[in-house]
């Protein structure tokens, strides 16, 4: 009966670091990245050219960038996390094709982004994608 109570303590000894080094290992490869995704876009009929703005987002040590692919004059843009706290919150006067801002990540998914512009509106979010 001793052998058998003393094998049973072996075993949980062991098999308990096993367990908990497998659930960090799983923790550790999950990797994540953020995406950006329209929710509503209104353009104001101030020029007759079309709205040429696309946005991308990327993680980057820490941080998300937002990218704006097209020139922009004028655009106020702000950021709110889950909480309704308020990440970013930047007046761009002119935005270069290719121009980037950045906030900490601070992993309060979803990131509501709003841009407006003399030129148009737009409601967008970021959400965190697991990558497997």
Known sequence: MKMKC???????????????YAGENEKTSRKHRSVFRVIAKSEHDVERCPMAC???????????????????SD???????NEG????HELLSDIQDGQI????????????????????????EIIEEIIY
């Open 54 to 72: 696309n946005v991308t987002v990327s993680d980057v040590d820490n941080a998300i960038q937002i990218c704006f692919m097209g020139i922009l």
């Open 101 to 124: 801002c950045s906030f900490d990540n601070m992993e309060n998914y979803p990131y509501t982004v709003e841009m407006t512009s003399p030129k148009f509106d737009m409601l967008g």
């Open 85 to 88: 706290n308020i990440v970013l």
């Open 6 to 20: 003393s094998f049973f303590v072996l075993w949980m000894f062991l098999l308990i670091p096993l367990i908990t």
């Open 75 to 81: 655009v106020t843009v702000s950021v709110t996390d």
